[in-house]
């Protein structure tokens, strides 16, 4: 009896656990980021020329790695960019930086989940000197 017992306690934990493995992996969702065609550093340059084609950076004391974070909507557009650190006249700075985002033509693709475009954010540095400027790792 007690040999019946053990098995039957056995067999119920086994159970058990693979019923809750089943629905870890269940709940694990496929996630893929967004991309620009070419990449980052594409998306970087075509920024670079928009800044340097329509802003004219004198204006502000931007020297330095400077930090732009911002969405990639589902429908592959920037939207709600903040600039990082804050410069003299930081929200028409912010205001040029969006515009010239918005000038860069190519649409990103937006992040993937379970087969679903989703908003996502996205990170880029870039270095500001007096001259010239690059964008940074």
Known sequence: MRKYLF???LLIGFKSFAQESKVESENLSRTEKAEFPGGDEVFTKEFLKMIHGYI???KYAVNGQFTFLFDVTADGKVDNLKVLPKVKDSELFIDDMNFAIKK???KWKPAMR???PVVSKKVIKINFTSDHFDHGD
């Open 7 to 9: 098995v039957f306690i």
């Open 56 to 58: 004219d950076l004198r």
């Open 104 to 106: 860069v033509k190519k």
């Open 114 to 116: 379970d087969g679903k």
